[in-house]
């Protein structure tokens, strides 16, 4: 058994229900599978980089699991072929990482000052 974990890129639209549903097929379909589900982290909607599917937001949710590479394979068709997945990422999760990793949040105030600062000591 191997840990992985998956980031899903939800279409923002869908109601809590329905992207409850989709991690609740994800949970089954690995538990059936005799593996192990370790963490469901919602990182909530965020603004995307680039437009997809003429949407500019995504509803992020980060599932961290144990099981067998076959496992994963089945998630993976499972995910690709719903609608309301814009799109998901799996990786093999690294020995040592934190148990529970945050979301990166956007830069606070403070950042923004010290930028003008360290471009006029570049120069």
Do not use: N
């Amino acid at each position: 058994m191997t840990e992985y974990e998956i980031l899903l890129l939800l279409d923002p639209d869908l109601d809590e229900d329905r992207q409850s549903e989709i991690v609740a097929r994800s949970r089954e379909l690995v538990e059936k599978a005799g593996g192990s589900w370790d963490l469901h982290d919602i990182w909530g909607r965020r603004k995307l980089a680039f437009e997809i599917d003429h949407k500019a937001d995504g509803s992020y949710h980060l599932l961290q699991f144990t099981c067998a590479p076959a496992t994963l394979d089945e998630v993976s068709r499972v995910l690709r072929i719903d609608d309301g997945v814009m799109r998901h990422l799996a990786t093999r999760r690294i020995e040592g990482s934190p148990a529970r990793p945050v979301a990166v949040s956007v830069p606070t105030r403070e950042d923004a000052e010290i930028a003008p600062e360290v471009e006029e000591e570049e120069e």
